[in-house]
């Protein structure tokens, strides 16, 4: 369907054959989400995750749950991993859409669906709504990636590109369902959604035995709420553990504080768990399973995708490699020696941003090393600093020079080099090697001002 993305107040937009009109919304008018309301949250039970899986049994990938040989050496723990990137719009997503699409009066249907959303969820109701034959429109904010955009409009989505932000996005979607008749589709709150995303632990518990803890990644909290209760309700023993960037820590926030808190979000590498206030449904229904809350840092997000690139030929998104994160951070060490299952939620990541992730997890990883050394500025002064990076098997990636702002000797110039070393201990040899040849040496990330 073609995409309205901007229209003057007097024109209107045309939704699904609806004419709904582009007047600015008011700050002061109400747009309630009736299925979301915070003084009447809705519990999910067992039987509605159930339930879900019996109706979307035929349009969801059953997404493999396999063993990490790999990865479980490296960390101690028996790590499986639920590979629900597979999917295919490459997110669990699809799950709670299908679900809450078929879940819709046959009137309901006709009419069709809105939501706002800047990815996963805007994919999953445009394929899943294409599908099924029901129209849907998402609302997506100027700053969602491009090559999400376009796949919407592919898979059938009426797509609106309206937002500076997904808060002002939501508020448009709102709207239209207020002047159309559109039912609105909260992406990580709405009480078909968590249920639907609860299949993913019935599938869980079917493909891997003996289960001694689940950690799942933590955004707005659809997917924890539903899988930790199909995951409880059948083996009570499980643990389950949440995880979710320090840079926006709204679920943990909330879990302290015994009810739904706003929590300040930045930019992360794990864009699709910043939320900052998690769902009102989903945190009554999670907030008595959970066993416990972590937050991990953004080199160890970076460290995930890289690892799970190399290791297990996995493209996967910050998101979606968020659970992994908290491992090879050593926020779980009493996991050693058990049997653990994390789910890899996503895996719709930028190009160019997976190429930022890769180089961050080699910094991490103590592989991509940068430094600043003075050297002679008399022929072969360079030239002998690279005969000593080669000579310990250093590969050089960059390398510049710079005379001019140099305060000391007139007859010595900065040399910054960035280098790729094995492990740690490999960049420590070099470290330790430069440190004994030259006097001035400044190694790491603070080492770019020349002085």
């Given at each position: ?358 180089e961050r997890g080699l910094a991490a990883d103590g592989r991509l090393c940068r430094f ?80």
């Amino acid at each position: 369907m073609p995409a309205e993305e901007a229209t003057s107040p007097s024109e209107g937009v045309q939704v699904n054959g609806h004419l709904e009109k582009s007047s600015s919304i008011s700050s002061e008018e109400e747009l309630f989400d009736p299925m979301c309301d915070p003084e009447n949250p809705i519990v999910v039970k067992f039987q509605d995750v159930s339930a879900a899986a019996y109706k979307i049994r035929n349009g969801i990938e059953r997404t493999p749950c396999t063993k990490s040989v790999q990865l479980s050496a490296l960390t101690g723990i028996d790590l499986h991993f639920k590979k629900e990137f597979l999917q295919q719009t490459g997110s669990f997503k699809e799950r709670g859409a299908r679900y809450t699409l078929m879940a819709l009066t046959k009137e309901q249907q006709k009419i069709g669906v809105v939501a706002a959303s800047a990815g996963n969820h805007a994919l999953a109701l445009s394929y899943h709504g294409n599908q099924l034959g029901i129209p849907v429109t998402v609302v997506m904010p100027i700053i969602a990636p491009l090559m999400k955009v376009n796949l919407c409009r592919q898979y059938g989505g009426n797509v609106i590109v309206k937002g500076a932000d997904i808060g002002v996005s939501r508020s448009h979607a709102l709207k239209i369902g207020k002047d159309t008749g559109m039912v609105y589709i909260n992406g990580y709150d709405h009480p078909h959604i968590l249920a639907g995303q609860g299949t993913m632990g019935l599938e869980i518990v079917e493909q891997v035995s003996d289960i001694d803890a689940v950690v799942i990644p933590i955004g707005g909290g659809g997917l924890i709420a539903g899988s930790a209760l199909a995951i409880k309700s059948l083996y009570p023993s499980v643990k389950v553990i949440g995880v979710e960037s320090e840079r926006c820590a709204g679920f943990t926030e909330s879990m302290k504080a015994g009810k739904v808190v706003t929590v300040g979000a930045q930019s992360t590498l794990a864009d699709g768990l910043a939320v900052p206030t998690v769902g009102v449904n989903a945190f009554a229904t999670a907030r008595n399973y959970i066993d416990q809350m972590v937050t991990v840092g953004e080199e160890f997000i970076a460290l995930a995708i890289l690892r799970l690139v190399e290791m297990e030929k996995a493209v996967v998104e910050g998101a979606g490699a968020t659970g992994l994160a908290a491992v090879l951070a050593g926020l779980l060490p009493e996991l050693k020696g058990k049997r653990v299952v994390i789910p890899l939620c996503g895996g719709n990541i930028d190009t160019t941003v997976l190429g930022r992730c890769i180089e961050r997890g080699l910094a991490a990883d103590g592989r991509l090393c940068r430094f600043v050394v003075t050297v002679s500025d008399r022929p072969g002064g360079i030239a002998e600093l690279c005969k000593l990076i080669a000579k310990l098997g250093v590969s050089l990636k960059d390398i510049f020079h710079e005379r001019a702002w140099l305060t000391s000797d007139i007859f010595s110039v900065q040399v910054k080099c960035i280098v790729e070393t094995r492990d740690f201990d490999h960049a420590e040899e070099l470290r330790t090697a430069l440190m004994d040849k030259y006097q001035r040496v400044d190694w790491g990330p603070h080492s770019a001002t020349f002085r």
